[in-house]
Structures are given as C-alpha cells and as structure tokens.
C-alpha cells in the first residue's frame, strides 16, 4: 500500500503556475543561434557574466522595441489586451530551502536599461543569498501557505481584474532554463505572454533558444520577429559592452589601451 503525501510550500506554488499555464493556449518555438564572437568576451569580461544575463537583457531590448512583447491577455470584464510600459523578467530559479529543492521566481525591472555587471550581481544575489534574506522569495513563501481558494481566486484577480500588477508580480516575460549537455524541452509553462528558454551553458556560443507565446497575444510571425531582435541586441549593443568589460574595442576587436578608452566603448 502507498500513502498520500501532501504537497510541500514549493509544489503549491508550482502547482499554481502549471493551473494558469493550462489555462493559456501555449504555442512554441525554437532555433539554434552562433554567439561563439561573445564567448572570448564573456571569458575576458570583468566581472564574468552568464550566458542567462546576457540573453535576459537582449530579450528585454527586444521587447522594448516590440509592444507586443509586453502585452498580456485579460478576460474581464471583457476579453483585452494589457499593455506594460516597461519589461519586466521573471526567471525561474532553483534553491533549496528546508530540505527540499524548490523554483522560485525572480524578478528583474526593466533589464535592458540596467548595466551588464549590475545584473549580474542581482542575479548572483538570487542564486547565493540565504533564501530568507531575499525579500521576493518569503512572499512566495507565504502566499504559498496560504488556502487554496484565496490562493486561486488572487492567481484570477492578478490576471483579469488588476493586470497593471501583473508585471510587479509575475513580470512581463518569464525565464528559464531549456536544455543542458544537448537535452532540450519543447516549450516551457507558465503563465506570461511569452517565456525564453535557454542553454545556461552553451558550447563555444552555440545556442539554442526557445521561446513559448500565448497565442491569444501573439502569432508565430512577431515570436519569429523576437529570436531576430535577439539575435540583432546580441550581436549589437551586447556585444559591444561585453568587449568594454573585458578590455576590448567593440569596433576593432583591439585591446583598449587604457580606462579613458575603455570607458569610451
């Protein structure tokens, strides 16, 4: 005979995401991206920036340049598109947090107006701090303890009734990891408009990037529109401060002679 086990904090609160999710008509997509001209960079680069940073902030520049990108479905009091003013990441991150590993959310304002080694620290700060330090993850601590009924008619509220809280809570787009050592998903649920999956590592910049739209919002065409501007911040104004942290002329490829230069670029 087996038993019943209850579900922890963490699943309750996945167990929410993945009932929102359901409730979105999901479509997905994929390509495989060239950024090994970023790899010498990012190995150079002081402080050394991850692969998830760099993506987040070119997605982020894509969706400031693409409305649409920031808009979210609403259904009451009838059905409507929200649309926020600025991005907003929600990158899914793994802890562990009283004996159990668990996701939780982490949320990033307006990314691309925020430097390179600035995000890198918050992103370090989520993955590192004691998890009770981090104001963000003790809310979804608690309101994950909450009843399930305040729990689902507040997921509803949130998404219908006050979607201008919508980024502060859940963002404007979600984040997270897609593959690892050449295994990759297919999509990804969760409850925003759009979520990028990523390779966390990828080989020599090699990458494969998957994005997961709602298609009440968006059609194939804008998401295919979104991998290019990606790929266009990534090998544009990404590239040229990643060389600048790690000592190198965006333009020439040279080594910057001093700090005046490298400031310059």
């Not at 107006?113 to 981090?134: C, G, H, M, N, W």
Request: glycine share 6%.
């Amino acid at each position: 005979m087996g038993q019943r086990i209850a579900l922890s904090n963490g699943r309750r609160l996945v167990d929410d995401v993945i009932r929102m999710a359901n409730q979105t008509p999901l479509a997905g997509l994929s390509g495989d991206f060239d950024f090994s001209h970023l790899a010498k960079y990012r190995r150079l680069a002081k402080p050394k920036i991850s692969w998830n940073v760099l993506f987040m902030k070119a997605y982020a520049q894509a969706c400031r340049k693409m409305p649409e990108l920031r808009q979210g479905y609403a259904s009451f009091p009838w059905p409507h598109l929200y649309q926020h003013d600025e991005p907003v990441c929600m990158m899914t991150i793994a802890r562990e947090y009283e004996g159990e590993e668990r996701l939780f959310f982490a949320r990033f304002s307006s990314p691309d107006y925020t430097t390179l080694p600035k995000l890198q620290a918050k992103y370090d700060r989520f993955r590192k701090a004691p998890v009770e330090s981090i104001k963000q993850f003790r809310h979804q601590i608690k309101f994950a303890k909450s009843p399930t009924v305040i729990r689902r008619i507040a997921w509803w509220m949130l998404f219908n009734v006050w979607p201008e809280k919508r980024a502060t809570h859940m963002g404007t787009y979600g984040m997270s990891i897609s593959g690892h050592n050449g295994v990759y998903g297919s999509k990804h649920l969760g409850p925003n408009t759009t979520t990028l999956g990523v390779d966390p590592m990828p080989r020599k910049g090699q990458s494969r990037l998957i994005l997961t739209f709602d298609h009440r919002v968006i059609d194939g065409t804008p998401a295919t529109r979104a991998f290019s501007l990606i790929q266009r911040m990534m090998n544009r104004p990404i590239h040229r401060e990643l060389a600048a942290l790690a000592g190198y002329d965006f333009k020439t490829g040279l080594p910057l002679d001093d700090d005046s230069n490298r400031a310059a670029a």
